[in-house]
């Protein structure tokens, strides 16, 4: 999992005034997301002679959540396919898999 943190958001609000300085983060947050999810959901390449069959079940099953915590803003991007790790975490992915 990436985490993407944000900080000074305090002094943006300052300088913001009265303005909502969560709603200025909005967009960057929804741009932000969106360019980690492409990245991430960048499928391996079917080694030649593979036996399995793909679906494209993976890459129908990335999510992005953006929400406003206190007085941040969240961005969350990941896979609920539950075998996804398996196929794309270095840490989990088998070892003939790799490289």
Known sequence: ?????LEGQEALNDILDDADGVAHLRPPMERATLRLQADMAKYPRQRSGAKNRRTG??????TR??????????GW???N????PYVQ??????????G
């Open 77 to 79: 991007v990941g896979n």
């Open 65 to 74: 959540r953006i929400s406003t915590v206190g007085g941040g803003i969240d």
């Open 57 to 62: 079940e993976l890459g129908r099953r990335w």
């Open 89 to 98: 975490s270095a840490e989990k992915q088998a070892a003939f898999k790799q």
């Open 81 to 84: 396919a539950s075998y996804g």
């Open 1 to 5: 999992m990436i985490d993407v943190r």
